[in-house]
């Protein structure tokens, strides 16, 4: 199963062969926290928005997705000016109304041509193989059905784009991870060694201000296992190694579900969240300075994912 990215585009037409006329179909979508469907569609095909709906949830789960659907007329089907016929026809209808409502207003050139128009419009929609039975109903789901299948075949190389982006970002945290992996007994070995130079400064300073309460063996013995203990409880607290384990199992998952693919969005926005967790403890508990570079790259890298991880379905 792929990755599919909640990016896409598709649009298509359908044309009557006698009238003309055109219909043409259109959806788009952009990343959201949920599926959030708009439909604009014209009057005459309102009807069929719970149908197009169900269709539209069947595939696809996540996104903000627009469909809109116009009707366009030929222009072999406008009339410039209504007929001879059709005007007497009207001033018959006037001449009727104002028989019984003397105190109706007279039509003007506006409203003939404003009705005119209305009529016209009308017999377009009718025309359109749409809505006047099964067979042409057929043929319009039949065209939203090839328009879905682009639309989802767009979104599917998109998400192809960005597995190819969160793969080749994942080879570049195992790289900075392999970098700080064989610092962690130098930077242990470091911090233990400070410790102790430390606490033996202390003690000298101690020796000399109370020499006759800390003048004993044992006493030295003692305060000698007590830094050493100090000292061994301080390096277990900064040392990195679990930290970067867990890093690592968090790059295997995306990589898991990369390769598993369906709608792993919300899933992959957790594990960037921990991503993001382990590489600031690394940082943290730094002390040396070029493990402090590598915890700031390894966050400019995850930052780069997460913006990614972001349009994935």
Known sequence: MSVYSMTGFANAQITNATSHDTVSIEIRSVNSRFLDLTFRLPDELRQFEPNLRTLLTK??????VEMRVSMDQSSENLTSAPSIAYLQHLKSLQISIQTTLPEARALSVADVIRMFSSSQQQVSYSSLPLVRNLESQKIFFDAVQSTLDDFLASRQREGERLAFMLHDRIAILRGLAGQAKPMIPELVAQQKQKFLERWRE????????????????????????????????????????????????????IERLLHQGGENG?????LIQELHREANTLGSKSSLLELSRISVEMKVVIEQMREQVQNIE
């Open 266 to 270: 919300k899933r992959f926005d957790f």
């Open 202 to 253: 202390a003690m000298a300073i101690g020796l000399t201000d109370f020499p006759s309460k800390t003048s004993s063996s044992t006493t030295e013995q003692a305060a000698l296992d007590r830094a050493l203990g100090e000292s061994t409880s301080f390096a277990i607290r900064i040392d990195v190694a679990e930290e970067l384990t867990r890093l690592a199992s968090h790059l295997d998952e």
């Open 59 to 64: 595939h696809i789960k996540r996104g903000k």
